[in-house]
Nanobody, 114 residues
Framework: VQLQASGGGLVQSGGSLRLSCAAS????????MGWYRQAPGKQRELVAR???????TVGDSVKGRFTISGDNARNTVYLQMNSLKPEDTAVYYC?????????WGQGTLVTVSS
């Protein structure tokens, strides 16, 4: 499975961005897709993910501001980020859960200026 993430960039506090992650390759039997982020000096943390069957999990720090969605026809997962804060600055990674394996994209940098 190959993952191509895009949509990162520089935005002012209070602004919005939408990240996209397209999956290709052996994409059958994908069980879930999601977004994680890693800020400098911090551990990677869950932003949002969904599992086939409709279970969605959103990190506490982004609840009410970020929304995860998917397009099955395009094998793409999106992360709509609103009301961005400087503490949202991080490299955002998408991942896919498939047949018990986790695949990671290359990451896209989001920088929120105050």
């Amino acid at each position: 499975v190959q993952l191509q993430a895009s949509g990162g960039g520089l935005v002012q506090s209070g602004g919005s961005l939408r990240l996209s992650c397209a999956a290709s390759g052996s994409i059958s039997s994908i069980n879930g897709m999601g977004w994680y982020r890693q800020a400098p000096g911090k551990q990677r943390e869950l932003v949002a993910r969904f599992i086939r069957g409709g279970v969605t999990t959103v990190g506490d720090s982004v609840k009410g501001r970020f929304t995860i969605s998917g397009d099955n026809a395009r094998n793409t997962v999106y992360l709509q980020m609103n009301s961005l804060k400087p503490e949202d600055t991080a490299v955002y990674y998408c991942n896919v859960l498939r047949s018990g394996q986790v695949f990671w994209g290359q990451g896209t940098l989001v920088t929120v200026s105050s």
